[in-house]
T-cell receptor
Framework: GQQVMQIPQYQHVQEGEDFTTYCNSSTTLSNIQWYKQRPGGHPVFLIQLVKSGEVKKQKRLTFQFGEAKKNSSLHITATQTTDVGTYFCVEASGSARQLTFGSGTQLTVLP | GAGVSQSPRYKVAKRGQDVALRCDPISGHVSLFWYQQALGQGPEFLTY????????KSGLPSDRFFAERPEGSVSTLKIQRTQQEDSAVYLCASSFSGGGNIQYFGAGTRLSVL
């Protein structure tokens, strides 16, 4: 099946530094959702992008959907320790609109 | 309740035992999904219900896995004759409708098969 790859797999940053994770697909995506999963926790919805070239912001988080709808990125400005977790890009697809998760980027923020 | 509730939170089973995992979705949510998350991996789709109808079970790894939602609310995922490779976190999610809407996840059940 379709795979959505994310890079990097792991990222360690000092608190206050910026962080970016990239999501790439070999095929056109109908939509992209981003979820965050804290260590030991469950995935929590952050945002959904549908339109080509779409950019959405949530406080320190900026989400982009590529013009060709084959890639997406999440940028966090001035990371905080509360940003720790794994960030997944996700496509809702299939007959059931089930979620297909990317490989995830595990973010560690050092105080 | 306010969120998706799953029980038990932890389950230890001996290889060959049957287990049943329960999911209580958000009230009024029509769609219910089960996912399996292995350690260090992203969740993978198992099956989907719309009300009481199981519309997609393409992700169930074998015929030892069975899910039901008889009254369109609470769902149970049953695993028969558990194997070590079944060890994972089993996540349940619900949404108001299945049309690409936001899915709300429960805390999951961590299954360890010894």
């Amino acid at each position: 099946g379709q795979q959505v790859m994310q890079i990097p797999q792991y990222q360690h940053v000092q608190e206050g530094e910026d962080f970016t994770t990239y999501c790439n697909s070999s095929t056109t995506l109908s939509n992209i959702q981003w979820y965050k999963q804290r260590p030991g926790g469950h995935p929590v919805f952050l945002i959904q992008l549908v339109k080509s070239g779409e950019v959405k912001k949530q406080k320190r988080l900026t989400f982009q959907f590529g013009e060709a709808k084959k890639n997406s990125s999440l940028h966090i400005t001035a990371t905080q320790t509360t940003d720790v977790g794994t960030y997944f890009c996700v496509e809702a697809s299939g007959s059931a609109r089930q979620l297909t998760f990317g490989s995830g980027t595990q973010l560690t923020v050092l105080p | 309740g306010a969120g998706v509730s799953q029980s038990p939170r932890y389950k230890v089973a001996k290889r060959g035992q049957d287990v049943a995992l329960r999911c209580d979705p958000i009230s009024g949510h029509v769609s219910l999904f089960w996912y399996q998350q292995a350690l260090g991996q992203g969740p993978e789709f198992l099956t989907y219900f719309q009300n009481e109808a199981q519309l997609d079970k393409s992700g169930l790894p074998s015929d030892r896995f069975f899910a039901e939602r008889p009254e369109g609310s609470v769902s149970t995922l049953k695993i028969q004759r558990t194997q070590q490779e079944d060890s994972a976190v089993y996540l349940c999610a619900s949404s108001f409708s299945g049309g690409g809407n936001i899915q709300y996840f429960g805390a999951g059940t961590r299954l360890s098969v010894l």
